[in-house]
């Protein structure tokens, strides 16, 4: 087997992953056999200042090429390593108040380390653990000898990841359509080699193949100053809102970057609502956004595992999912009604749900929201709301 980096992730490089900023410091190789056959991930351990480390799992699974983001914690009430030891698969457990099923036990074994790694992360070193399931959160004990220590865990996608460490353009591009992994992959320069034949050799009749071409340049648009102001009220669909608070947020999406308005609607009735100045490509779009709660919601570790392209159902509907982002408030003025801070980081995909209607969906590692969306005009909402500055004025 290589035990080579299979990824484009880098030690040195940076990320961020819900509103904590992390360098990568090391990777390990790990391994289990199973029926005669080896079985290998690696990891990729994160430093971050002032915070706990982390680390990040990429490995092969029967659904494809999977991104893991772990963080250590310390349960209220610990087990010992003894009690750990006597589980089996299909137990289930209480831990902080909730039932941790469990769905695998085994044994693994460092292969290869490079860079600077945890401690018991070294070559030919074994551990036991088990992985678990309670409720959103992935959760894996591991155990040597007496020491137990407890991780927290979701899934995410190629996307967020390449997101997270801020890839622009091409790079992006690349991390995500190989799922992370290094272009140097003999299972993916091969199958390139043979996709680029089969185009330049045709194309070759027709173009001069001596032209350059630049790699595709990520687009920004970023918000003009906010058109309205935190205290205003005004009357939409016949439901008088007021706006209790203004965030300005990054969102961040393969080969796209740019800002939205978001504002934090309070009814006369205590309901919420969000609209939405989303600056698009082709100028701004405003949209009303109101709580949506599906009878089965996805999880935040099912819905970090999603992919453009992919079916969630909603309510019956099955909506495509259409973007991937990551967000990040950039800042905030007035009193939130979902509690969301400057510097806070969320991640969230949307698609259609008619042709009328757009559903978003937004997470934390420990929180998941549903909204449904509909299109309002500019004029509409300036006329309902006022505008800040005559400079802001819509056509």
Known sequence: MSLGNPTQIKIGMTGTFFNRTYRVIGRAVLGVTEDGHAYYWNEFYLESAGGGPATLVFEKTEDGYAWRLFTMFDPQAPITAAEVADKHVGDVMLLDGANLHITRVDRSQVYRVEGKTPKGIEPNKQANYFNAEAGSRLVVVSWTGDEVEYYSGMTTSASLVAAAFDLDGFAAWRFTAASGRSWWSPQIWMTSMLVLALIC????????????????????????????????????????????????????????????????????????????????????????????????????????????????QVDGNAVVIRNLFRATIRSSEGVSVSGGKAGDVFYGFTGPINSNDVLLARWNQTNIIYEQGRPVPAKTVLAAFGQATADNAAP
């Open 201 to 312: 050799i045709p194309a070759a009749c027709f173009i001069d193949l001596s032209r350059s071409r630049r790699a595709p340049a990520v687009t920004v648009n970023n918000a003009p100053a906010s058109p309205l102001r935190v205290g205003a009220s005004g009357v939409l669909n016949n439901i008088t809102y007021k706006i209790t608070e203004h965030e300005l947020v990054d969102m961040a999406e393969v080969g796209w970057r740019r800002q939205c308005h978001e504002y934090d609607l309070s009814e006369f009735g205590d309901n919420e609502a969000w609209l939405v100045c989303d600056a698009g490509s082709n100028g701004p779009v405003w949209l009303l956004y109101t709580l949506l709660q599906p009878e089965n919601p996805l999880t935040p570790l099912m819905a970090g595992s999603k992919r453009a392209g992919q079916n969630v």
